[in-house]
């Protein structure tokens, strides 16, 4: 498949260190050194994971020269859904994508990653031949705000990229990895909490709703500066690309000390690892393509460019893509020969 357009949308409001400040005992000082972070997004009245991602996938569309109406499929990796049956239908509904099917896909920060594989090979074995692949997720829903240990760290937004089939020599999924580990499972939880409501005699129902995010930093930290460097060299052993030979890392956006320490270890400099978490914060599903779309609309991402891409997170899950920009194609008709 091949990367043809990207878009992103983020809520209007800023909420800075200096604004948390006030609210939590924490400091602008505390946060930019341990984590990168400078301000985020916070949606406000009228902004739900529905209207970022519409708005991140119709600039994705825009930007490959696409019709909603061509699209085959969308898949919407969230893990803060406005319905729990489905918010990739209000999308598609939205979007007036009425060919498409459209479903969610849960997997936290490595959602978006999850989702391009997962698009890849619906296109490579199903016939599909354009797919909407959107990150977006409003956590703001579900931080504790008086927490500082995590209150601090995310941020509300969506991102979005357009990918199509086409033949093997332009494809852009080089080489991928999907992990899991479950065992750690309670490291990062955005857990259900039910109470038991008597229904009738003998019997109770489970109702209720979930527990704010909860989360062991220093394990997940640590899990993230092993496991992805782990991954990550397994992709360029197996696809023989040196790590010279990348243009950029394109990790999930958590910790500015996570990406130096991913950098450090392939010997890449600062200068080729794209980081906006300054601006945004860790905007879960989102980051990976929200920064992709602000770099290659400032130029930094080209067509042709390759990069080492990582997610992980919540699961506990990770992975890695090794992926080629193509860029919008001048000739937006698609070749009978596919490849995934
Ligand atoms: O997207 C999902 C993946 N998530 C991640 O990758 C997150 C990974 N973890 C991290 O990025 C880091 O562990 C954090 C940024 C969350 C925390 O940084 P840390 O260097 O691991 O700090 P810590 O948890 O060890 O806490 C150090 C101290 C503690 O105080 P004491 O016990 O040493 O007195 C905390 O209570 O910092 C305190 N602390 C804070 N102080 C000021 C925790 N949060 C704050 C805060 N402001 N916001």
């Known amino acids: 498949m091949a990367l043809v357009g990207c878009g992103s949308a983020v809520p209007a409001a800023t909420i800075t260190n200096l604004d948390l400040s006030a609210r939590v005992d924490t400091s602008d000082e505390w946060i930019r050194s341990r984590t990168g972070i400078g301000a985020r997004r916070v949606a406000g009245p009228g902004e739900t994971v529905t209207s970022l991602a519409t708005a991140a996938g119709q600039a994705a569309l825009d930007h490959a020269g696409w019709r909603a109406e061509d699209l085959d499929l969308i898949l919407l990796a969230t893990s803060s859904p406005d319905d729990l049956f489905g918010t990739a239908p209000r999308v598609q ?35 599909m031949r354009r797919v909407l692949v959107i990150g977006a997720d409003q956590l703001s829903r579900w931080v504790d705000w008086d927490d500082r240990s995590t209150c601090v760290l995310f941020g509300d937004g969506a991102g979005a990229v357009a990918v199509q089939a086409c033949p093997a020599a332009e494809n852009g999924l080089l080489a991928f990895r999907m992990r899991s580990d479950g065992s750690r499972n309670g490291c990062l939880t955005l857990a259900q909490s039910t109470q038991h409501r008597p ?11 979930f527990t704010p995010i909860h989360m062991n930093g220093q394990e997940v930290y640590k899990f993230a500066v092993r496991e992805v460097p782990a991954v990550l060299a397994e992709l ?9 030979q990348l243009d950029w890392l394109l990790l999930h956006q958590a910790n500015q000390r996570i990406l130096d320490a991913v950098a450090e270890r392939f010997a890449v400099p600062n200068t080729r690892v794209l980081s906006n978490l300054a601006s945004y914060g860790n905007t879960s599903a989102a980051t990976i393509p929200l920064m992709l779309d602000e770099a290659v609309r400032d130029g930094r991402v080209r067509p042709g460019h390759l990069l080492a891409s990582s997610g992980f997170g919540a699961g506990l899950s990770w992975g ?7 860029g919008p194609q001048i000739d937006a008709s698609l070749p009978s020969a596919v490849a995934a």
Do not use: P
Not at 96 to 120: E, H, K, P, Q, Y
Not at 199 to 209: D, H, I, K, P, Y
């Open 236 to 244: 360029l052993e197996a696809s023989g690309v040196a790590a010279e």
């Open 93 to 127: 509904g939205a979007l007036g994508a009425c060919n498409a099917v459209a479903f969610d896909l849960t997997a936290a920060c490595s959602g978006f990653l999850f989702s391009l594989i997962t698009a890849a090979q619906y296109i490579g074995s199903a016939g």
């Open 199 to 209: 229904l009738v005699a003998g019997l109770s129902a489970q109702v209720g709703g």
């Open 320 to 326: 890695g893509a090794l992926v080629r920009w193509s």
